[in-house]
């Protein structure tokens, strides 16, 4: 560093010349520093800049990615509510089936009965008629005679057979195979005796 006192007190051009040498890079050395503190602080400025934008970006990312959590989290409400409602009606449908099926085995087992109790009578029925000669064949007064009384023509005849076949038919539920059978034998015989 210069001592200004000895500068102004210099008696010679060369100490004086040194000191303006010394002056003059001294002032471009301090500009250079002045330059590149300019030049740091527009840098610091742009990225001061950068920061706060990228700031507000994140703010409002932030206010976005919270408005969207917020819907998604009203979804989830109505959604978990939705997946209750449809929990309740599908138990409820369930309990209804659950009811259905118990209400069907007992009408099943009521049937079950009912039909075993139908075939007991109907075999006891039958040794009955059987031991008594209900359905003989010739007899007007007998069942198959009473089934065929009013068919006096072929064509009635065939009628009554075919009228007689839909009712007691062994597939339907209310058939008979052994009153079929003597049905079959009645009609077989009036059609003889008519020819």
Known sequence: MINWEDV?????????????????QENMRLQQEKNRIEQDLERLEKERRTI?????????????????????NRKSVIERQRMKD????????LAILQNGFLQ????RRNFEREKNE?????????????SSDYFDYGDSGSLVGILFRNATNPLSLRKRYKDLMKIFHPDNLAGDEELVQMINKEFSRRKREEA
């Open 104 to 107: 069907l085995d007992i009408d």
């Open 86 to 93: 449809e929990k309740l009606f599908f138990d409820k449908k």
């Open 8 to 24: 102004l007190n210099a008696e010679d051009d060369d100490e004086l010349r040194n000191a303006k040498l010394w002056l003059f």
């Open 52 to 72: 706060e934008e990228a700031r507000d970006k994140f703010n409002s990312e932030r206010m976005c990615f919270k408005d969207e959590m917020n819907a998604l």
């Open 118 to 130: 139908f075939y007991r009578e109907r075999e006891s029925y039958s040794r009955q008629s059987r």
